[in-house]
């Protein structure tokens, strides 16, 4: 979705390579080092997650000035109070190598660090540092903060205006905007503020590309980018359900200018998570309702539109998950559209995790919409 290689990367990602890492350090935007080589790297992305991308790494650093990257002090260039990393997936195949820009990050925990040093000359030198990093994406920072006071939108005219002025982050304004429906406090976390605003009014949920900035990723399903084949990409499918998230009905709760109730109500009407059979009987799955209410949501229009929008995430892809192992592709994101082969037939369906590190395989888990 906002990774993006050259066409010689995709040609050899299919390929066995050993995946390499790296970073430039950033504080307050300025780049205080370049092309930190990482090890022991894990990346986790989570498309439901509050904060959908989190890793850590070790850093291990020796050079000919003898430099400590151990931080010690809040000022220190690895110190878990500001500092940025730009990481890089290494694309090294022969004689090929590119950087594949992968995210930003920014450290928020320092578990473990260390020097090795030595008497030289009567001194004692560094000889080099180990410094394990955990990190997050930079929807962090948001997630953090909270308003003083209760505050609402400073204009209607823009919801990414008031997304750029509450979260602080430069924009990537991926989908089409339009005004803020009414002029209601935010809720008291700003990144709760953010995914309002981007959910409701957008139909869409926050995205942070490669090179930092926020974007939005639309509710509704896009094209696929990516066909996954046993012959190329796949290594293993697997299968699993559970009813444990899967709602086949969404209930909202809205408040209008008259604080007079709004109601909407959407519902699974076909299938096996149908509500109710024909005859109007009880359906063997049931009921269940995913209630919602959010005083942005003033008019009966927007409740249908966000009830109708939230069951389409939360019904059918739920019900059917795929656990899939392909080879390593640092282009593959969170809420990326695929085909997936099967045994006589074509399934579509949508990424929702990804876990990658340092193996030549990565695991995913996509949400299934049915064949494509």
């Known amino acids: 979705m906002s990774r993006f290689g050259s066409q010689e990367v995709a040609g050899v990602l299919t390929g066995s390579f050993d995946p390499v890492w790296a970073a430039d350090l950033y504080y307050a935007g300025d ?22 991308q989190s890793g850590s790494c070790t850093v291990t650093w020796s050079d000919e000035f003898a430099t ?23 694309i090294r195949v022969g004689s090929f190598e590119e950087r594949v820009q992968y995210g ?22 560094t000889t080099g540092s180990t410094v394990q990093l955990d990190l997050r994406e930079l929807l962090y920072g948001p997630s ?16 990414w205006d008031e997304i750029g002025r509450v979260s602080g982050l430069p924009l990537s304004r991926t989908v089409a905007d339009a005004p803020i429906p009414r002029s209601v406090m935010h809720p008291e976390k700003k990144l709760e503020a ?38 190329k990409e796949l290594v293993h499918v697997g299968s699993m359900m559970s009813a444990e ?12 200018d008259d604080a007079e109730g709004v109601l909407a109500v959407a519902e699974v009407t076909k299938g096996p998570l149908r509500v109710r059979n024909p005859d109007g009987s009880v359906s063997p799955f049931r009921a269940r309702t995913l209630y919602l209410k959010n005083e942005l949501v003033n008019t009966e229009a927007l409740a249908r539109a966000w009830a109708a929008s939230t069951l389409s995430q ?30 006589n037939r074509t399934l579509l369906g949508r990424v929702a995790t990804i876990n990658r590190g340092m193996a030549r395989t990565q695991d995913l888990t996509v949400e299934i919409a049915g064949e494509a």
Not at 144 to 159: G, W
Not at 204 to 216: F, N, R, V, W
């Open 31 to 52: 780049r205080r080092q370049a092309n930190i080589p990482l090890s022991d790297v894990s990346f986790d992305e989570d498309a439901d997650a509050e904060i959908q």
């Open 104 to 125: 930003w990050f920014e450290i928020v925990d320092v578990p473990d660090a260390r020097d090795e040093i030595m008497r030289f000359r009567g001194e004692w030198i």
């Open 314 to 343: 939360v019904s059918t892809p739920r019900a059917q998950i795929l656990p899939v192992t392909e080879v390593f592709n640092p282009l593959r994101e969170r809420g990326d559209v695929v085909t997936i082969e099967r045994p």
């Open 245 to 256: 998230d899967v709602y086949n009905r969404v209930v909202v709760r809205a408040i209008d």
């Open 144 to 159: 953090k903060e909270t308003f003083d006071a209760p505050r609402a939108p400073e204009s209607l005219l823009s919801v």
């Open 68 to 90: 400590s990257l151990t931080p010690t002090e809040v000022t220190d260039p690895l110190a878990p109070f500001g500092a940025q990393l730009q990481v890089f997936s290494v």
């Open 194 to 231: 953010i995914t309002n605003l981007l959910d409701i009014v957008l139909d869409a949920a926050p995205h942070m590309t490669a090179d930092g900035a926020l974007s939005a990723r639309p509710n509704t399903w896009p094209e696929p980018v990516a066909e996954l084949t046993r012959e």
